[in-house]
C-alpha cells in the first residue's frame, strides 16, 4: 500500500495523450514479466485485487471530507469478469481512480520502493543466474507490473473520483506505452482489461479465479465480486479480517492478511492480534515477518503500520511503532480518533501517543513471551531484526531494560550460538563485576582477537559485538542487572582478582616487575607521542602484546570508524601498548632492558612489538618501510649472533 504521494514522487513523469517510453528500470522489469517462466504466476491477480482495494480504501477516505465522491455509489468492491469470447480479464474497481498524471507516474516510473529493490535486487544479482527473476518475484512481489506475466497487452482506463476526464493507459510492455482521453472510462475508478496470453487462457475460468481469491485475497477489507455475463456474484465479503474473534480465524487466514498488508510472500513469524479497551478501544493485528523487509535498512527509518478509524484506513504514515520496531506490518484501528485526522493531529494527538505507546509495549511483551515460549522461533526474529531492536537500545531510554532482556548475543562461550544477558550473568566468574564486550567485524575476527587471551584463561565469558549499531548502544547503556558493560580492549582490565580456570603452576615464567618495569619505561621512551602509555598486562595469555584505548577515550574501533567518515570530527587518540610479562619475548627483551649495553636493537625491537600490536588490531604498520628495515637489521643481528 503507498499512500497518495505516488504523483509527487514520480514528479519527472510526462502526462501528456500520446506514446512514452518507460523509464528504463520499468522496462527492464516489463522484458522479464514477459518472459517469466515464474510458476506462481497467479499471484498477479492478488497484486491488482490489493491495488483495487487500496483504491476503494483511499475514496472512502477522501469520502468522509466530501461525500459527493461517491456520488450515491456507495458499494465499493473489486470486480473479476473474465471474458472468454474476447480472451480478456478485467480486474476493476470503484475507487479513487487515477488521473492523466497519475498513470504516467505510477504506471510507467518506478512509483514504490519494493519494485525499486527488486530492481536492484535484479541488477545485483546480474543476468547470469537462470531463475533468479522468478525468486526474486516471489522475494518481492511486484505490483502492478505482475499483469505481464499473463498478458501481452494491458489497458488500464480509468476516472479520478470527482474528475469529469476519463484516461486510457495502454501498453504491451514492450519499451513504451500510450495515454489517451477515454469517455468509455468506467463513471469512478479503475479498470484493468488484460488480453490473457494463449498460456494464460486459465485465468478466464471462473473456478480457477474463485479458488485463487479464496487462497490470497479472502480477507481484503473490500468486498470481490466475480461477474460472469451479466450475473455478477460477491466471492469475498470485505468483512474486516481483524474485527472477527480469533477464535474463528486460521494460520492460513492469518498469513493470507499478513501478505496482502505487508505486500510480501512470507510466513508471518509472530501475529498479534487483540482488542484493546478501557480508556479506548481500538483493534490491532500485526505480525512480525520471518524474512528482512527490502526497506529495512532505509534511511528515512519508517514503519508502514495501517492506521484506521473505525474501518476506514486513514494512512500508513502515523508511525505507531518506534523506528526500532519498523519492520512490523500490519495494522490498528481506533474506535475513538476522529476520522477527519490533519497530519498535525497524527503528530500531536494524545489519543494516539497512547495507543503507540500501549502498542509498543505490547510488541515487546509478545516478543518476550515468544522468546519464553518457543526460543527456536524467536531466536529466527532476532537473527533477522536484532540489529534494528538494537537501535532502540540508545533511543529508547524507557524500554532499554526490556529491549536488554530481548537482545541475544555471539560470545565467546557461544560464537555460533546465540546468549541472553541473563545467561551471561548466570556464568558470571567469582569475583567478576562487569559484562565484558569486543566489538569486530564479525564474531571470528573478533574471537581471534589477542585482548580475550586473559579472559579465556579466566574463564570470563565475552560478547562479540559485531553490528555497527552496537559501539553506540553499550556506551550509554548503563548495564545489566547492576553489571556495567565494560570493553576488553579499552582502559584497565580489573580481572586480576578472578581466578585462573588451570591457574600456571611455575611463577618463574613471568619477568619480574621491575624488570618490566624497566622495559615498558624503555619502550615508553622510544615510541614517544605514539602512545599513551606502555604497561604490564592481565588481559594477555598468548600474545605479547596488545593495544587498547585509555579509559574515557572512545574504543579504538569506534574511532577508526568515526575517523574515515568525511570531515569527521574524531581524530584518533594515541593507544596503550600492553605488554605480557609471561611472554618468553616479552622476558627476553625485559632482561635485555636491565642490562647494560647498546639498546639500539632494543629500540627497534619497541618499535616491533608496537607494529605487531597494530597487526594484530587489524591495522598496518604506520610506517611499513621503517617497520620492513627494522625487522631486517633484526633478523641479520640474530643471523650474526
Ligand atoms: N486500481 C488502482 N486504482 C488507483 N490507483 C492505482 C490502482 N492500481 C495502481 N494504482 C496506483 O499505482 C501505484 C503503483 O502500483 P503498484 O501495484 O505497482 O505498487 P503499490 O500498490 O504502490 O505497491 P504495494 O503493493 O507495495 O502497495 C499505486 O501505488 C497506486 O497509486
Redesign the pocket.
Given at each position: 500500500?503507498?499512500s497518495d504521494t505516488?504523483t509527487s514522487d514520480t514528479a519527472t513523469a510526462t502526462a501528456t495523450a500520446g506514446t512514452h517510453a518507460f523509464q528504463a528500470e520499468v522496462g527492464r522489469i516489463l522484458d522479464l514479466m514477459v518472459h517469466a517462466v515464474y510458476s506462481d504466476r497467479e499471484v498477479f491477480l492478488r497484486?491488482l485485487i490489493?491495488?483495487?482495494a487500496?483504491?476503494c480504501e483511499k475514496l472512502r477516505y477522501a469520502a468522509r471530507q466530501d461525500d459527493s465522491l461517491l456520488a450515491g455509489d456507495t458499494q465499493l468492491a473489486v470486480t473479476l469478469a473474465p471474458d472468454a469470447a474476447a480472451g480478456t480479464l478485467t480486474v476493476s474497481?470503484n475507487?479513487?481512480?487515477?488521473s492523466r498524471e497519475e498513470l504516467a507516474g505510477?504506471?510507467g516510473t518506478i512509483?514504490?520502493s519494493?519494485?525499486r529493490a527488486f530492481a536492484e535486487a535484479l541488477g545485483n544479482a546480474g543476468d547470469t543466474q537462470p531463475g533468479t527473476a522468478e525468486s526474486l518475484i516471489g522475494r518481492f512481489?511486484i505490483?502492478?507490473?505482475s499483469a505481464f506475466m499473463v498478458a501481452d497487452r494491458v489497458e488500464v482506463s480509468s476516472r479520478r473520483a470527482g474528475s469529469p476526464e476519463g484516461w486510457k493507459w495502454s501498453s504491451d510492455g514492450r519499451g513504451t506505452y500510450t495515454i489517451e482521453p477515454d469517455e468509455q472510462a468506467p463513471a469512478r475508478g479503475?479498470r484493468i482489461t488484460l488480453h490473457l496470453k494463449e498460456d494464460a487462457r486459465e485465468f478466464l475460468e471462473p473456478q480457477w479465479l474463485e479458488s485463487i481469491v479464496a487462497a490470497h485475497s479472502a480477507h481484503v477489507p473490500v468486498a470481490i465480486r466475480l461477474k460472469e455475463g451479466e450475473v455478477s456474484r460477491e466471492i469475498a465479503d470485505g468483512s474486516a479480517l481483524w474485527l472477527k474473534p480469533k477464535a474463528e480465524l486460521t494460520a492460513d487466514d492469518y498469513r493470507d492478511f499478513y501478505r496482502h498488508v505487508a505486500?510480501a510472500w512470507d510466513e508471518p513469524a509472530l501475529t498479534i492480534h487483540y482488542a484493546a479497551e478501557g480508556r479506548q478501544a481500538y483493534r490491532v493485528l500485526l505480525f512480525v515477518p520471518s524474512e528482512k523487509p527490502f526497506d529495512l535498512f532505509d534511511p528515512d527509518r519508517k514503519g508502514r503500520i495501517r492506521l484506521y478509524v473505525r474501518r476506514v484506513f486513514i494512512t500508513d504514515d502515523a508511525e505507531l511503532m518506534p523506528a526500532y520496531l519498523r519492520f512490523v506490518r500490519g495494522l490498528v484501528d481506533s474506535d475513538d480518533l476522529p476520522l477527519n485526522l490533519s497530519r498535525e493531529m497524527l503528530q500531536h494527538s494524545p489519543m494516539l501517543a497512547q495507543i503507540r505507546k500501549a502498542v509498543t509495549n505490547r510488541v515487546l511483551s509478545e516478543l518476550a513471551r515468544l522468546a519464553e515460549k518457543d526460543p527456536e522461533a524467536y531466536l529466527k526474529v532476532w537473527s533477522a531484526f536484532g540489529p534494528v531492536l538494537k537501535e532502540g537500545l540508545y533511543e529508547d531510554l524507557e524500554r532499554r531494560d526490556s529491549l536488554l532482556d530481548l537482545a541475544r548475543f555471539r560470545s565467546t562461550v557461544a560464537p555460533d550460538g546465540w546468549r541472553s544477558l541473563k545467561d551471561y550473568v548466570a556464568g558470571l566468574r567469582p569475583n567478576q563485576t562487569a559484562i565484558y564486550y569486543l566489538t569486530g567485524d564479525s564474531p571470528a575476527q573478533a574471537a581471534a582477537s589477542p585482548h580475550l587471551e586473559g579472559f579465556r584463561a579466566r574463564g570470563i565469558e565475552v560478547l562479540l559485538l559485531t553490528d555497527p549499531v552496537d559501539h553506540f548502544w553499550v556506551r550509554v547503556a548503563a548495564g545489566f542487572d547492576g553489571k556495567p558493560f565494560r570493553s576488553v580492549s579499552q582502559g584497565d582490565t580489573d580481572i586480576a582478582a578472578i581466578p585462573l580456570v588451570a591457574p600456571a603452576d611455575d611463577a618463574d615464567d613471568t619477568a619480574a616487575p621491575a624488570a618490566v618495569a624497566t622495559l615498558a619505561a624503555f619502550v615508553r621512551q622510544t615510541l614517544g607521542e605514539t602512545v599513551k602509555d606502555v604497561r604490564a598486562s592481565d588481559r594477555l595469555a598468548e600474545s605479547p602484546v596488545c593495544l587498547v584505548a585509555g579509559a574515557g577515550t572512545l574504543d579504538r574501533r569506534l574511532e577508526r570508524l568515526l575517523s574515515r567518515q568525511d570531515g569527521a570530527a574524531v581524530t584518533r587518540s594515541a593507544p596503550i601498548l600492553e605488554l605480557n610479562p609471561r611472554h618468553p619475548l616479552i622476558r627476553h627483551l625485559a632482561a635485555q632492558a636491565t642490562a647494560p649495553g647498546d639498546k639500539a636493537l632494543l629500540a627497534d625491537a619497541a618499535w616491533l612489538l608496537y607494529d605487531e600490536a597494530c597487526i594484530l588490531d587489524g591495522e598496518t604498520p604506520s610506517d611499513p618501510a621503517a617497520f620492513a628495515a627494522r625487522l631486517t637489521r633484526l633478523l641479520l643481528a640474530r643471523g650474526a649472533a
Open positions: 500500500m503507498t505516488a497484486e490489493s491495488n483495487g487500496d483504491a474497481d475507487g479513487i481512480g487515477m505510477n504506471l512509483a514504490r519494493g519494485t512481489g505490483g502492478f507490473y479503475t505486500g
